[in-house]
């Protein structure tokens, strides 16, 4: 019986110790598929990273065009408000120069008048004077 126990306990054994082989060749193969798809996802992440890296440094060149773009906006705009304020003053210069020169003008023109009458009636006191 011992013999036969012996047989058995044996035979598990290398039925044991062959189960155990093809596990550990199977999980070797399975070690190697995992390290060789680490290695491949590795690579793959590092190009991503690079190409997302170009693509950051891209977008912050726009970023600084906008900004730059922004910046030239705003100084038109300060430029045109400060040309309008510019114009507006010129425009209420001409018109106190335009109501300036009215007023001259109607002086003048008053003053003409009266040198007009004077030299008339200086002449007309003449012509009494003489044809008398």
């Given amino acids: 019986m011992n013999t036969l126990f012996l047989g058995a306990a044996t035979l598990a054994f290398v039925v044991l110790v062959v189960a155990v082989v093809y596990v550990l060749i199977d999980f070797r193969k399975t070690v190697l598929y995992v390290r060789q798809f680490l290695q491949n996802t590795d690579e793959s992440l590092k190009a991503t990273t690079a190409e997302l890296d170009l693509t950051l440094k891209s977008v912050r060149r726009v970023a600084d065009n906008v900004t730059g773009i922004t910046d030239n906006v705003k100084e038109v705009t300060e430029s045109a408000r400060a040309f309008a304020e510019s114009a507006r003053r010129v425009s209420e210069s001409v018109k106190r120069l335009s109501v300036d020169v009215e007023g001259t003008t109607a002086s003048l023109s008053a003053k003409l008048s009266g040198v ?17």
């Fill in 116 to 132: 007009k009458a004077g030299v008339s009636a200086a002449l007309g006191v003449i012509q009494r004077g003489l044809l008398k």
